[in-house]
């Protein structure tokens, strides 16, 4: 059996060290769905969040959309890594603007809309590992990688974003097609090989 093995986490959680980790351990294919595309949207929504959040989420949004469109194809032939998904889009940033209330419950309920239509042509992840890391770390991690983009991360909205990480997390407990797998990239370094015996050790069981 074929599995997608889609990779979340918080900002400077680790996305990406751990989807090419394991992509080039398990020699599996990467899809890469953690945009850092420019968006034309941005500067107005700096200025005016709840004006411009709904354009901004939906441009990232169908830019994942349009990354993942090969996985079908992919998961014919083998597993694969996914970086982010449609996940860190729809249920963690943009679900984040509802509760910060910079995003109307119509607009959230006509953006869940439209995902849906193209969410139903996706395959579905049978395999979610979330990556744990604390708000605080996050953002000692972020000054340190200096991204012009990031400079604007506050703790406050760090830790929403991960509240909205430990939400989903718990409704994943209850669905019986997904396997959720913590792992924490705080007490676990990956270039170490005790961090990536942890990592993989967990992945055991499904990937023989």
């Known amino acids: 059996m074929h599995h997608q093995l889609t990779v979340i986490g918080p900002i400077a959680s680790g996305k990406t060290t751990t989807?090419?980790?394991l992509a080039e351990k398990l020699s599996l294919p990467l899809i890469d769905a953690d945009l850092y595309d420019t968006n034309p949207f941005l500067a107005s929504?700096?200025?005016d969040n709840s004006r411009w959040s709904f354009a901004t989420e939906l441009f990232f949004t169908i830019g994942r959309l349009k990354k993942l469109h090969p996985l079908r194809s992919l998961l014919k032939k083998s597993s694969v890594i996914v970086d982010s998904g449609l996940i860190m889009s729809h249920q963690i940033y943009t679900k984040n603007h509802l509760v910060q209330g910079t995003m109307t419950a119509s607009e959230w309920d006509f953006f869940s809309t439209i995902i849906a239509d193209y969410q139903n042509h996706l395959p579905t992840p049978d395999i979610v590992i979330q990556l744990l890391t604390s708000p605080r770390t996050q953002l000692r991690r972020i000054k340190a990688r200096g991204r012009?983009?990031?400079?604007?991360?506050?703790?406050?909205?760090?830790?929403?974003?991960?509240?909205?990480?430990?939400e989903y997390a718990r409704s994943l407990a209850s669905n019986s097609t997904v396997t959720l797998l913590p792992f924490s990239t705080e007490e676990h370094n990956l270039a170490t090989p005790a961090g990536a015996r942890v990592l993989l050790s967990l992945l055991k069981p499904f990937l023989k």
Request: hydrophobic share 30%; aromatic share 20%.
């Open 19 to 21: 989807s090419q980790f």
């Open 45 to 47: 929504y700096i200025e």
């Open 148 to 166: 012009a983009f990031e400079k604007g991360y506050t703790l406050e909205y760090l830790s929403s974003i991960t509240d909205r990480l430990d």
